[in-house]
């Protein structure tokens, strides 16, 4: 059988706990948006295996088809796939969506991952410089990304 507490008991015990608590710092709001976001995850699993040359273009107001452009390269056909892999993987983990589409595959050193509002180039490095599409959407605003 419970036994409760006296209600002045309670009372006590809670100011207590509240006197001892450290006081809680209130973030600032920052507006984030959610397809910034969504392309900033898509550079992350990239990154995380060791893509270069990772970039975001924001292609809202001069494309209708998508609102960003993540844009990456790697050495081999093996880190290609690596990359397009742990892309989905980590977009599935983090939102739960899949790809709208794919294209592409490591052999063709070209691979496309199209998630709507958000459309994932990952280049063999020779073949970036040959295709030029940081140079074809130079209007683009560019958001460097750190890694």
Same mark, same amino acid.
């Given at each position: ?6 209600? !002045? ?6 100011? #207590? ?9 209130? #973030? ?9 976001? @969504? ?5 992350? $699993?990239? /990154?995380?295996?060791? #893509?270069?040359?990772?970039?975001? /273009?924001?292609?809202?107001?001069? !494309? !209708? @088809? ?13 880190? /290609? ?6 892309i ?7 939102t ?7 294209? +592409? @595959?490591p052999?063709?050193? %070209?691979?496309?991952?199209?998630? +709507? !509002?958000?459309?994932?180039?990952? @280049?063999?490095t020779?073949?970036? $410089?040959?295709? +030029?599409?940081?140079? /074809? %959407?130079?209007? #683009? ?5 750190? +890694?």
């Amino acid at each position: 059988m419970a036994t409760s507490k006296p209600a !002045s008991a309670s009372k006590a015990a809670s100011k #207590a706990t509240s006197a001892k608590a450290k006081p809680v710092k209130k #973030a600032l709001a920052v507006a984030i948006d959610p397809e910034e976001s @969504f392309a900033r995850l898509c550079a992350e $699993g990239a /990154l995380d295996k060791k #893509a270069e040359d990772v970039v975001i /273009l924001d292609m809202r107001g001069i !494309s !209708s @088809f998508t609102d960003f452009f993540v844009i990456a390269s790697g050495t081999s056909e093996p880190q /290609l796939k690596a990359i397009a892999g742990s892309i989905r993987e980590k977009v599935r983990e983090a939102t739960g969506q899949c790809p709208t589409a794919e294209d +592409g @595959f490591p052999a063709s050193q %070209w691979v496309i991952i199209d998630y +709507g !509002s958000v459309i994932v180039h990952i @280049f063999h490095t020779e073949k970036r $410089g040959l295709y +030029g599409l940081e140079d /074809l %959407w130079n209007d #683009a605003k560019r958001i460097e990304v750190e +890694g």
